[in-house]
């Protein structure tokens, strides 16, 4: 079983920051690639940004300038730098992993619990 734990929401101010980790726990044999989801009410979960192995990274254009994301791979944690927060950025924040818990196993993905973040104008 994988788990993922996020950590680092809370309430901020319009312009402020906030850093969102995820650490990644469990049977892993390996993890393809990880990432930060976020869902607003009354919307569809969207990709925020993601990084794979090889540190590359995506982010989208909503949060690009404002926004990184960066690993600890050996941790097994992932972060989410977010600066110059808005107001439109008020969501639950989820994790995700694309884990393989064996040599031998599909690549499955995983999610987090969630963090809410929220960003008062």
């Known amino acids: 079983q994988v788990q993922l734990v996020e950590s680092g929401g809370g309430l901020v101010q319009a312009g402020g920051s906030l850093r969102l980790s995820c650490a990644a726990s469990g049977i892993i044999f390996s993890i393809n690639e990880m990432a930060w989801y976020r869902q607003a009410p009354g919307k569809q979960r969207e990709l925020v940004a993601s990084t794979s192995t090889d540190s590359s990274a995506n982010i989208d254009d909503s949060v690009k300038g404002r926004f990184t994301i960066f690993s600890d791979n050996a941790k097994k944690m992932v972060f989410l730098q977010m600066n110059r927060l808005k107001p439109e950025d008020t969501a639950v924040y989820y994790c995700?992993?694309?884990?393989?818990?064996?040599?031998?196993?599909?690549?499955?993905?995983?999610w987090g619990q969630g963090t809410q973040v929220t960003v008062s104008s």
């Open positions: 995700n992993a694309q884990v393989r818990t064996t040599t031998m196993s599909r690549v499955r993905d995983y």
